[in-house]
């Protein structure tokens, strides 16, 4: 694929390097959660420089790779196993190729990123690891959320409930609500009745959801519901695939206040004899 293969009206770099300077390597690098704007600098010198990009087809928007050089070699990854992707990144790099294996999000979320670098690590195989915008962090920003507000939530559980992939039993759904954080809530709409039910056994009905579909794509959709109506919502707009929940207390607060520009409150930048 060229960048002449692109829709025509996918946007063009100002500038693309016209030569990799990149070293022979393998770049996990977190795209973000659509909206090609909070793609990180480095991530974008990355895509600029190297010779082989591999990317999860529906997950990564396609004005991310009218980034990368003409002559670059990019790879659509969503109907390969990891049987096929390992060797296919080792042979670029022993062919002295960078690489950057584009991931939505942020690698450290439920991206397979571990038993990725655990292979080439093996296979002697320099990497490196670019961090990106979680769509959690994205929902928050769209919905001018504070995550954590004080004297209402202090904690903030990214996590999923049990599905064809497991979680262990010291971290069930239904356990960690027990906490009344505010929960971010992955990879669970298929399975949607039974999260809100764990859920309701200790956050109270009217606790408010966030839904959050395709955020910061085009088509993103976010509606803000009572947790006793999150099942029936999702089903009723068929917010099946690349849904994000966030249970929270903070999207109800009102008048809090932090202690950090409190001018009762002294550090060491503001000690009390600087009061007005």
Known sequence: MSTADLPADTPKPAAIAATSALRPAVYIVGSGPGDPELLTIKAQRLLQQADVILYANSLVPKQLLAMTRPEAERIGTASLTLEAILPLMIAQVQAQKSVVRLHSGDPCLYSA????????????????????????????????????????????????????????????????????????????????????????????????????????????????????????????????????????????????????????????????????
């Open 113 to 276: 990123m571990h038993e990725q670098i655990q292979a080439l690590a093996a296979a002697a195989i320099p990497f490196e690891v670019v961090p990106g915008i979680s769509a959690f962090q994205a929902a928050a920003a769209k919905l001018n959320l504070e995550l954590t507000v004080p004297g209402l939530v202090q904690s903030i559980i990214l996590t999923r409930i049990s599905g064809r992939t497991q979680v262990p039993e010291a971290e069930e759904l239904a356990t960690l609500a027990a906490h009344q954080a505010s929960l971010c809530l992955y990879l669970s709409a298929r399975h949607v009745e039974a999260a809100q039910a764990k859920l309701m056994l200790h956050y109270p009905a009217e606790t408010p959801v966030a839904i959050c579909f395709r955020v910061g794509w085009p088509d993103e959709k976010i509606r803000l519901v009572p947790l006793a109506e999150m099942a029936t919502v999702t089903l009723a707009e068929n917010l099946v695939r690349t849904t994000l929940y966030i249970v929270s207390p903070a999207l109800m607060a009102t008048q809090q206040r932090s202690r950090l520009y409190n001018p009762e409150h002294d550090h060491l930048f503001r000690p009390v004899s600087s009061r007005p």
